[in-house]
């Protein structure tokens, strides 16, 4: 199911989950299946970074077999993208055009009908597929419409948990969910095109494939520490190619010893 999922996949969306799979943890699939799943940011004493979840509820998710897999997966994918320290989506950008997105709806529905309007709250009601929408409709106008899916008032309230479940609703969508994906294009338009909500970089690739043509071979990324991000690696392949020396793992101060790990 997974695997099909990501067969189904849009062609960003697995470029990106390709790219950092080995950045991916699963700590523990088989959490109490009364415990919320969860991507966990941070090392400390007996507790790894990483993604706790139940993979056998998963596959029966009222929401999509799947969806708690790809969704806490996509925020480690939102962390990794910038080398563990902060998050990609955590733009002003990103924020405004989400909460503009959601003031538009909200408009809409205030100048519906009653009918229209009951219209459109039960049929997100009746179906669990539209949680990510409605997740982020409700975050977007502070609850004003009572749909179902949602965050408590104090998580939105956090600094930058609106983009972070956004990059997550819209990856896990992305990942062969294919009615998520054009209800969530369809009601957030400007969030959803922006730079913020896509975690594949292509003009790293471009690059990396010339480095490759260059030099016979990729970037090792999986031999990099998390500290080094995907910007710093670019910007020495450019180094690289400019000058002619494939001397990527000296200008990032990564020892030339193949028992090296981290």
Avoid at 70 to 90: K, P, Q, R, V, W
Avoid at 178 to 185: N, S
Avoid at 190 to 202: I, L, Q, R, T, W
Wanted: aromatic content about 10%; charged content about 25%; overall charge negative.
């Amino acid at each position: 199911m997974l695997s099909t999922r990501r067969n189904n996949a849009n062609h960003q969306a697995k470029h990106a989950f390709d790219q950092f799979t080995k950045q991916m943890i699963i700590q523990d699939a088989n959490c109490p299946s009364d415990q919320t799943a969860r991507y966990s940011p941070i090392n400390y004493d007996n507790h790894r970074r990483g993604v706790y979840l139940n993979a056998s509820s998963d596959m029966i998710n009222r929401r999509g077999e799947g969806t708690t897999y790809y969704h806490e997966l996509a925020h480690m994918i939102d962390h990794a993208a910038t080398g563990f320290n902060g998050n990609l989506s955590n733009t002003q950008e990103f924020r405004q055009a989400l909460l503009s997105d959601g003031q538009r709806i909200l408009n809409a529905y205030n100048n519906a009908t009653d009918e229209g309007r009951h219209s459109f709250v039960d049929s997100l009601r009746r179906n669990d597929r539209t949680h990510s929408f409605q997740d982020l409709l409700d975050a977007t106008i502070n609850g004003a419409v009572n749909v179902g899916w949602s965050h408590s008032r104090s998580y939105w309230q956090q600094p930058g948990n609106l983009q972070a479940e956004a990059f997550a609703h819209f990856f896990e969508a992305s990942m062969g969910a294919k009615d998520k994906l054009e209800r969530l294009a369809f009601y957030f338009p400007k969030a959803f095109s922006s730079p913020s909500s896509a975690p594949v970089d292509e003009e790293y690739y471009a690059i990396e494939d010339d480095f490759a043509k260059r030099f016979g071979h990729k970037v090792p990324r999986e031999m990099l520490p998390d500290s080094i991000s995907m910007n710093q690696i670019k910007k020495t392949m450019k180094s690289c190619l400019a000058s002619n020396k494939d001397c990527l793992m000296e200008i990032l101060g990564i020892p030339n010893d193949e028992t090296f790990l981290y």
